[in-house]
């Protein structure tokens, strides 16, 4: 089979260019780390209707500093409602006297209980919508990533968490679990954002 002249020219063309080195079939290098939290300031929140722990923390180096932190109690004998209502009334006190810019949430986990799962969803979800309304960014993180990240064993107790959290923090007493829970999720996400972490938090 003949070619024309145009198209032995053109092969000639191409064989003249520079030939380019081979490069990987996909792009190794990692992909780019979160931006560091170092100075922001950060809200930890441990979701229940009766209890829900909360925690601001300022992070830094060489060591984060915990701003404010409790738990928003409602007695048992309120109403669903009424406790929804008192832990956004909180929640957003604490906003505006703190001005977080990102909220770290403990993760969902499996309830055996359904009722339990159900009351534990309007608490979250009140919790989101207040937290989402200031302009925060959310992140969740898991129960379990939480405790190997402060005690260094993924099933430990509160008690464990809370010893560990008053060293790290420099806290004159031990706070109580809900609040030290809320504390444990803000110092794991400046923990994780501040190093190159393939399973890091999940933004909500």
């Not at 129960?143 to 430990?156: E, S």
Request: charge should be positive; charged fraction near 20%.
């Amino acid at each position: 089979m003949g070619i024309t002249p145009q198209q032995f020219s053109q092969i000639q063309n191409r064989l003249a260019q520079p030939k380019r080195a081979p490069g990987p079939a996909f792009d190794s290098s990692p992909p780019a780390q979160t931006q560091s939290v170092i100075n922001q300031i950060v809200l930890g929140i441990d979701p229940s209707l009766r209890g829900t722990g909360y925690g601001v923390i300022q992070a830094g180096k060489p060591r984060s500093t915990s701003l404010a932190f409790g738990t928003i109690k409602c007695p048992s004998a309120w109403e669903r409602s009424r406790c929804l209502v008192r832990i956004a009334q909180t929640l957003r006190d604490v906003l505006r006297e703190h001005h977080p810019t990102m909220c770290a949430i403990e993760g969902l986990f499996f309830a055996q209980n359904l009722q339990t799962a159900l009351i534990m969803g309007e608490a979250r979800g009140a919790i989101l919508a207040t937290v989402a309304e200031a302009g925060l960014q959310i992140f969740e993180v898991a129960p379990r990533k939480m405790k190997l990240a402060i005690v260094g064993y993924g099933a430990a107790q509160k008690h464990a968490v809370a010893k560990m959290v008053q060293r790290m923090l420099h806290l004159a007493d031990v706070p109580d679990p809900d609040a030290a829970d809320a504390l444990a999720l803000a110092l794991t996400f400046i923990q994780e954002q501040n190093r190159f972490s393939l399973s890091g938090p999940r933004k909500v």
